[in-house]
């Protein structure tokens, strides 16, 4: 099964969920905003994607400017505040069996269904 973790409000995120719906994938899709992910979740997350949780922080956006940006965190403190505040997270991440990525650009999202 396929999930993608969506924000309506993201053009990226639309864009990737209508490329599965134009394959006729059978997919899943997890408002992560409103249904955020747990850091037991988060965790796992970070193992299908095989990244570090430095590359699924948005540091661009003024939330994280302007509350996390001064303070150094370790790892589990990330995913804490990733947890808490889920509109950090970058989007959208297509998850698929063992592997997830980071969606931004539908080429790649074609190379990994």
């Not at 994607?49 to 430095?54: A, C, E, K, P």
Request: proline share 3%.
């Amino acid at each position: 099964m396929i999930t993608i973790l969506h924000n309506n409000r993201c053009g990226k995120s639309r864009t990737a969920l209508q490329y599965l719906e134009s394959k006729g994938v059978a997919f899943e899709v997890r408002n992560y905003l409103e249904n955020p992910l747990s850091e037991v979740e988060i965790e796992d997350l970070l193992s299908k994607l095989d990244t570090s949780i430095h590359n699924i922080i948005r540091k661009n956006e003024d939330l994280w400017k302007e509350n996390f940006s001064e303070t150094t965190y370790s790892d589990s403190g990330l995913v804490s505040i990733l947890a808490n505040y889920p509109k950090l997270l970058q989007r959208p991440i297509v998850i698929k069996d063992n592997k997830a990525i980071i969606a931004r650009d539908i080429e790649k999202l074609e190379k990994f269904l």
